[in-house]
């Protein structure tokens, strides 16, 4: 199934928001990859650690994205570019002249347009076969569960602390890992949690506002900042799905590009953490 498709709905009788993305079918016969998906995909099937096997599971794999701003952009043109057979993408914001400068999704065309749909045309320009799905809204503690129930791994490319606690707790009552990016001005963060592995968020950083050093909109942000965490989300993603490498499980990866420093800083769970601490009943347990 290829094309996107915005499908935010409501249906009282069944008790759901979205409907239900179905079982994709990734491979042109029963043997393996197509010879044309050898080839698109060819530097990453060499790669030892992915191989065709890895490449297989990243076909039948389903990564949410959201946001669709500066880390969402770079993030998910790299997901459909590796070959993840379904992508997700939530945005209620509209396509803005002040975002093009580091939303790469986007173009000069685009302005007026729903970033959700922007986004979803510009991963599937990439590859024809992706099955990309925009739903146009914001992410809030109700429609939470519902997006995220279908998917596989969660990348969190908003730019509010308020909903990244809301992302953050959702995902951890859901069973659902997650990696969370955030950027402003030189700097930027990514952490991951995997049930049952690490930190939340909301153990780290708690119910406390976002510093000024991680308010893009008042001190501005570097666009090859975005481009340089949303990249490394994505291949947190490509990690988690395929079984390659080591996450960032119980660590918190900082960059300052004004000094080209990247820092990896040790995280520890909070045990009285009241989203995943020990007295919290998550899915994952």
Do not use: W
């Not at 990859?33 to 992915?50: D, G, H, N, T, V």
């Not at 922007?118 to 320009?125: E, L, Y």
């Not at 963060?189 to 708690?206: A, E, L, S």
């Amino acid at each position: 199934m290829t094309g996107t498709e915005g499908i935010q709905y409501n249906d009282a009788e069944e008790g759901r928001r979205f409907r239900p993305l179905g079982e994709r079918m990734f491979c042109m016969n029963g043997n393996g990859l197509s010879a044309e998906q050898k080839e698109r995909y060819s530097r990453q099937i060499r790669m030892p650690e992915i191989g065709e096997a890895g490449q297989a599971k990243l076909l039948a794999s389903k990564v949410l994205i959201i946001g669709a701003g500066g880390l969402g952009s770079p993030a998910a043109l790299y997901l459909a570019a590796a070959g993840v057979g379904t992508v997700g993408i939530a945005d209620g914001d509209r396509v803005e002249l002040s975002n093009l400068q580091r939303q790469i999704l986007h173009g000069s065309s685009d302005i007026g347009r729903a970033k959700a749909a922007s986004a979803a045309d510009a991963m599937q320009r990439l590859d024809p076969e992706l099955y990309a799905v925009s739903y146009e809204l914001t992410a809030d503690e109700e429609n939470l569960p519902d997006l995220l129930a279908e998917y596989d791994f969660v990348l969190d490319c908003t730019d509010r602390h308020e909903t990244k606690l809301l992302i953050s707790d959702a995902c951890v009552r859901a069973g659902k890992p997650l990696c969370t990016g955030s950027v402003a001005g030189f700097y930027g963060q990514v952490m991951t949690r995997v049930p049952g592995d690490g930190p939340c968020y909301r153990c780290i950083f708690g119910n406390a506002p976002a510093g000024p050093a991680l308010d893009a909109k008042e001190n501005g942000v570097l666009g090859a900042a975005a481009g340089i965490i949303g990249c490394i989300m994505a291949a947190e993603a490509v990690k988690y799905l395929t079984g390659a490498g080591e996450l960032l499980t119980g660590s918190l990866l900082t960059c300052d590009l004004s000094e080209m420093r990247f820092e990896k800083i040790p995280m520890k769970r909070d045990r009285n953490c009241p989203a995943c601490g020990k007295t919290n009943t998550e899915a994952e347990e």
